[in-house]
């Protein structure tokens, strides 16, 4: 689950949601890591405002419930600013507060 979270991670970083989308799916498919749940909302987010980006939001606010995107997104020491303020927006999108 760790390699495909990672794989989740990079092709949201390439701005590749749905491949990023889908790598998290499979990481679900084998335990519920919270970094594959952060990572399928905010991919959901960036494809666009649905029920489905709604409930992946929801679903990661019951593993992590007094979080906002801000302080989640404080977690993330990437080389990039702009791929943690994308993925911070992602979260957003997908209904995470700020």
Do not use: M
């Amino acid at each position: 689950y760790q390699y495909q979270t990672l794989n989740a991670f990079a092709h949201y970083c390439l701005e590749n949601y749905p491949a990023a989308l889908s790598w998290a799916d499979e990481a679900l498919r084998a335990v519920a890591f919270p970094q594959a749940l952060g990572i399928r909302a905010a991919a959901l987010g960036q494809l666009g405002p649905t029920d489905e980006a709604s409930l992946a939001a929801a679903r990661f606010l019951e593993v992590f419930p007094d979080t906002t995107a801000t302080r989640h997104c404080r977690n993330f020491c990437w080389r990039n600013q702009s791929d943690i303020n994308r993925y911070r927006d992602g979260l957003i999108k997908a209904g995470l507060p700020e």
